[in-house]
């Protein structure tokens, strides 16, 4: 938001005419288990102590609001990077500065938003499993009220990005598993903070799945992704199936789908134009590949969110 705009609007967070908006910023990044996914997690031997239900990105992320009456099914840890924002819970009402996070019980109501002025930009998780609750004990430590702070720190951004990766490959158990193994190493980076970076240099495989992701309204053949990386069609279709047990058409669905997943839960936008912008001219068609992907259909999708 420009600065002479911020200034003209006498306002603050608790002035009820504002916009709420719980998602939809640009450049965001999210990824919501499906139910089918998330009952896999809380029963497979290597993720039911502690696994996660959803997480996401919001960069500068003006007028966001979000209020639970009655909490959340899971706990919610909310970091904050960059900007100011604020939460409010068991009738207090606490301030959010650059690094620091804050977790949300589960079944706690609460409110949390951007500040008006310097909307912040937060990473965000939302976790369950038999250990949950230790962890939220953990990372809270004495201090029971009031957000906590903590050093910044690449590995903890390096590992956020490892869930979300795995997360998007959620049709192979395998990614979930990973994914979930993280989830213990980037809570635990809120209080250690020295971790060695893995290598993030680039590969044919990143760079297709970065192009798929930005541009995911497109309908790419396998022709024309391994042009991008100057490979054989059958050379990247073979080094797909090694590092992420999918081809890559059939990967490029399963992000469709999950994009297409996180905006019928998250926004009002109807099922036919969601479609439309995931590449899928016939509704017919993508409702039949949403529900094989996500065990259910898009509409039952929505009413279960």
């Known amino acids: 938001m420009p600065i002479e705009l911020r200034r003209k609007m006498d306002i603050n967070a608790t002035d009820t005419n504002l916009p709420r908006i719980q998602e939809g910023f640009q450049g965001q990044r999210s990824c919501i288990l499906p139910p089918n996914k998330q009952k896999l997690s809380a029963a497979h031997p290597f993720c039911k102590k502690l696994y996660i239900t959803d997480l996401g990105y919001y960069p500068q992320a003006a007028f966001h609001n979000r209020l639970r009456e009655n909490g959340a099914n899971q706990h919610i840890l909310i970091y904050c990077t960059r900007g100011e924002g604020w939460y409010r819970i068991n009738k207090q009402r606490f301030p959010v500065k650059p690094n620091q996070y804050f977790i949300l019980p589960k079944s706690v109501p609460h409110e949390y938003g951007a500040d008006i002025q310097n909307p912040w930009s937060i990473y965000w998780v939302h976790f369950s499993g038999e250990e949950s609750d230790y962890f939220v004990k953990y990372l809270q430590g004495k201090q029971s009220k009031g957000p906590m702070s903590t050093s910044p720190s690449p590995a903890r951004v390096l590992l956020f990005e490892e869930m979300l990766h795995h997360l998007e490959l959620m049709n192979?158990?395998?990614?979930?598993?990973?994914?979930?193994?993280?989830?213990?190493?980037?809570?635990?980076?809120?209080?250690?903070?020295?971790?060695?970076?893995?290598?993030?240099?680039?590969?044919?495989?990143?760079?297709?799945?970065?192009?798929?992701?930005?541009?995911?309204?497109?309908?790419?053949?396998?022709?024309?992704?391994?042009?991008?990386?100057?490979m054989s069609p059958s050379r990247l279709s073979a080094l797909f199936r090694e590092k992420t047990h999918y081809s890559p058409i059939s990967l490029l669905t399963s992000l469709k789908i999950q994009k297409a997943g996180q905006l019928i839960k998250e926004t009002n936008q109807n099922i036919k134009s969601i479609a439309r912008s995931m590449g899928y001219a016939d509704p017919y068609h993508f409702s039949r590949v949403f529900k094989n992907i996500m065990g259910v259909s898009p509409k039952t999708f929505r009413l279960k969110g």
Do not use: C, G
């Not at 798929?212 to 790419?220: A, S, V, Y």
């Open 172 to 230: 192979h158990t395998d990614n979930i598993v990973l994914a979930n193994s993280s989830l213990y190493a980037f809570l635990a980076s809120f209080k250690r903070v020295q971790f060695k970076a893995p290598d993030t240099e680039k590969n044919p495989v990143q760079e297709i799945i970065e192009l798929m992701k930005n541009n995911l309204d497109r309908n790419f053949t396998l022709e024309e992704l391994a042009r991008h990386v100057h």
